[in-house]
């Protein structure tokens, strides 16, 4: 079973900076993609960012040019720089992957989330 582990996250003022990341542990093969979500209170979980394992990213119209997501394959981590905060962007965020824990096996996996507080 693969593990993810969040680290970043806090509260920032508008127009700020924070810097998310998350390592993946346990039986893997490969890792397909690592991603980032968010949830905000009263909705749903969305796709903020994902990076693929040949460095191909997605980004949510609402954060692009904003926040940059990154990728060391060696440490099976990802990162999501987020720049230019605005209050819209607080939520819980979570790390995701979608990994091969054996050549044929696959999974989704889901970190424990991190809060991002951002003050007007």
């Known amino acids: 079973q693969v593990q993810l582990e969040n680290s970043g996250g806090g509260l920032v003022q508008a127009g700020g900076s924070l810097r998310l990341s998350c390592a993946a542990s346990g039986r893997i093969f490969s890792i397909t993609y690592m991603a980032w979500y968010r949830q905000a209170p009263g909705k749903q979980r969305d796709l903020v960012a994902r990076?693929?394992?040949?460095?191909?990213?997605n980004y949510a119209d609402s954060v692009k040019g904003r926040f940059t997501i990154s990728r060391d394959n060696a440490k099976n981590t990802v990162h999501l720089q987020m720049n230019s905060l605005k209050p819209e962007d607080t939520a819980v965020y979570y790390c995701?992957?979608?990994?091969?824990?054996?050549?044929?096996?696959?999974?989704?996996?889901w970190g424990q989330g991190t809060q991002v507080t951002v003050s007007s």
């Open positions: 995701n992957a979608f990994i091969l824990s054996t050549s044929t096996t696959p999974e989704t996996a």
């Open positions: 990076i693929f394992s040949d460095g191909t990213t």
